[in-house]
């Protein structure tokens, strides 16, 4: 194994954490074989604490190691397809797209090619282990199933222009959480990857490749500025960068995917379906692990794709076998439904995997959706994110209803709580607006239960998410809304400065 030479956990570095070492596996596209999920569920038991968490870039992430996982393992899992096979590129971030390519009815294309390109010239290029850890990228295919909306380095999303398919180049630069910026820069598909691998090369033109604290792809970006950046870009380059500027208004599609992909759903191929399934917290017991593999060896295509929104979809399901892949997927304690109200749960590590957490986030959040359960019945996901501070490893969009931990003394007592935000902010406001100051996680439960049925009554309609539906109100008209049930419910007496 590899240490100490990336701060990035990857499968060739191991990383310390309170509960044990962290490995993380990338998935490139976050799709998997059965035999692929069979090997790390067997990792996950032997050397770790019994499972796997989905992370939110579709990698596979093993907790709890206690022993080192040996050479030959990781020759297995190398040989079966997993982790880089070139180990100094192991802790780039995984690639990301939307884990509906191929399959997805509304797409303009697939971008699974792409995924593949990139990685092999990522595994071929070991001088791009001079990138730094963060370097991101992201190919979204224009379905329903966006991804356009998570924060990547680099995003290429494809539109649709006089019946042909260009991708569109956006970049992350300005200020941190900002989302990346329209380049303007239409490329036809074959570009895509020389202007990528041309953008990765002029970052490692101007970084110390032995420095620790490797600049981020938006600071450089930033400090070059962006024309000066692409303009440098374009001298190694045999085409035309700007050639199709003339349509600046036919961006990639805006969309959010609220989850969207969670349930049963028809793929663009005839008779074929997918099933997204909910994973509390992203987390996966290896027992799961390996009846999932059997389910998409038996009634799919042998494919598992993992999803940035931390759950998972078993695809290319033949109709007549959907209802018998729900039922085996009741009998792992899984569940499709997108009125779980775990299905857009998002938690970090928490204190327990993690230094600089103030409150036991998983645990918190797993408490909250077992009151829930029983009490909201909902009908469409809301994406409740709860982060132990405000790096915000977990979930970098926006919310519904985010909780950011923070920990007070009161009578002798530490006593771990949450601000609350709802919605949309500005983009100083990473978590959306703030409207609760210092939750205990007692007061917790009684007061997430209101604020879901008073949105339940008050939206527009059924469609209507709850981050629309506060955006709405103003949050003094908000609180308004919540304390009049809240309080009639019998809570409402505690908290701070709320
Ligand atoms: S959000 Fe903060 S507390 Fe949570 S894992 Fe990241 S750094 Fe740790």
């Known amino acids: ?293 059997d389910l998409a060896k038996k009634y799919g295509s042998d494919t598992i794709r993992l999803t940035p929104w931390q759950n998972l979809l078993i695809t290319d399901i033949p109709q007549q076998w959907v209802a018998d892949v729900v039922s085996e997927l009741a009998d792992l304690g899984l569940d499709s439904s997108p009125k779980n109200i775990n299905s857009a749960l998002v938690a970090c590590s928490g204190k327990k995997g993690c230094a600089a957490s103030a409150t036991d986030t998983k645990s918190h959040a797993l408490g909250l959706t077992e009151y829930l359960k029983t009490r909201v019945a909902l009908d469409r996901p809301v994406n409740i994110h709860v982060s132990g501070c405000a790096k915000s490893c977990a979930q970098h969009s926006k919310s519904d209803i985010a909780l950011l931990g923070i920990s007070w003394e009161e009578n002798n007592r530490t006593t771990e709580g949450y601000h609350i935000y709802v919605g949309n902010g500005d983009c100083n406001q990473k978590f959306g607006r703030e409207i609760y100051q210092s939750v205990a996680v007692a007061e917790l439960p009684t007061l997430l239960e209101q604020m879901l049925k008073v949105y339940k009554i008050q939206r527009i309609n059924s469609s209507e998410s709850f981050g629309e539906f506060a955006n709405r109100y103003a949050i003094a008209q908000l609180k308004h809304l919540f304390a009049s049930s809240w309080q009639r419910s019998g809570s409402g007496a505690g908290g701070r400065g709320r």
């Open 1 to 293: 194994m590899l240490s100490g030479f990336s701060a990035c956990p990857g499968l060739f570095y191991p990383t310390p954490a309170q509960d044990g070492t962290l490995s993380r596996i990338r998935i490139p596209g976050g799709s998997l074989n059965s035999r692929q999920l069979c090997a790390i569920a067997q990792i996950a038991h032997q050397c770790g604490g019994g499972y796997a968490d989905v992370t939110n870039r579709a990698n596979l992430q093993i907790r709890e190691i206690h022993q080192d996982i040996d050479a030959g393992v990781m020759k297995r899992l190398q040989d079966l397809g997993l982790g880089s096979s070139n180990p100094a590129v192991d802790h780039i971030r995984n690639i990301m797209t939307s884990p509906t390519a191929g399959i997805d009815s509304q797409e303009l294309i697939d971008t699974h090619p792409f995924v593949q390109g990139w990685e092999n010239y990522i595994a071929t290029h070991p001088e791009l282990s001079g990138l730094s850890a963060k370097f991101s990228v992201c190919f979204d295919g224009g379905g329903i199933v966006s991804v356009c909306d998570r924060l990547n380095d680099i995003t290429f999303a494809a539109v649709l222009i006089a019946g042909k398919v260009y991708f569109r180049l956006y970049l992350s630069v300005g200020a941190k959480g900002e989302p990346p910026s329209d380049t303007g820069i239409l490329l036809l598909p074959k570009q895509c990857l020389p202007v990528l691998a041309t953008l990765a090369n002029v970052y490692l033109e101007h970084t110390d490749i032995t420095s620790r604290r490797k600049l981020r792809f938006r600071e450089l970006l930033n400090a070059l500025g962006c024309d000066n950046y692409l303009q440098q870009v374009q001298q190694h380059l045999p085409f035309s960068l700007f050639v199709n500027q003339q349509y600046p208004n036919i961006t990639s599609k805006v969309s959010t995917n609220n989850y969207r992909h969670i349930g049963i759903h028809p793929q663009r191929q005839p008779s074929l379906y997918y099933i997204g399934v909910v994973l509390p917290l992203g987390r996966l017991e290896t027992r799961q692990m390996k009846g999932l593999a």
